[in-house]
Nanobody
Framework: QVQLVESGGGLVQAGGSRRLSCVVSRSIFSFKAMAWYRQVPGQERELVAGIYANGITKYSDSVNGRFSISRDNAKNTVYLQMNSLKPEDTAVYYC?????????WGNGIQVTVSS
C-alpha cells in the first residue's frame, strides 16, 4: 500500500517562500509522475505542478515562474518550492502519485499566505 505524507505547510507572509515535502512509503523511481494539487473550499482541486519520470516538469499558469517541483528518488520524496507567495496561493496542498495502475493521494496540508 503506497502512502504519501506531506509536510512543510503553515502560515507565511505574502512575498515569502515555503517548501513542501511529500515522502512516499516506497520507491518512486518507477512512478509515471508525481504532482502537487491544491484546493480551496468550494472549488475544484487544481493541478499546481507535475514532474514526470523523465524529469520533465509542468506548471499551472498561476504559479509558473514562482513555484518549482523536484524529486529525490533516493529519498522517495517530492518537493514543491514556493516563492513570491500570494494570498491567492492559500489552499490545502495535496501530493499525488500517478502509478501504472491508478493514483494515490496524500491527506493534504494547509498553506496560508497572509497579506
Amino acid at each position: 500500500q503506497v502512502q504519501l505524507v506531506e509536510s512543510g505547510g503553515g502560515l507565511v507572509q505574502a512575498g515569502g517562500s515555503r517548501r513542501l515535502s511529500c515522502v512516499v512509503s516506497r520507491s518512486i523511481f518507477s512512478f509515471k509522475a508525481m504532482a502537487w494539487y491544491r484546493q480551496v473550499p468550494g472549488q475544484e482541486r487544481e493541478l499546481v505542478a507535475g514532474i514526470y519520470a523523465n524529469g520533465i516538469t509542468k506548471y499551472s499558469d498561476s504559479v509558473n515562474g514562482r513555484f518549482s517541483i523536484s524529486r529525490d528518488n533516493a529519498k522517495n520524496t517530492v518537493y514543491l518550492q514556493m516563492n513570491s507567495l500570494k494570498p491567492e496561493d492559500t489552499a490545502v496542498y495535496y501530493c499525488n502519485a500517478k502509478l501504472g495502475s491508478g493514483e494515490k493521494w496524500g491527506n493534504g496540508i494547509q498553506v496560508t499566505v497572509s497579506s
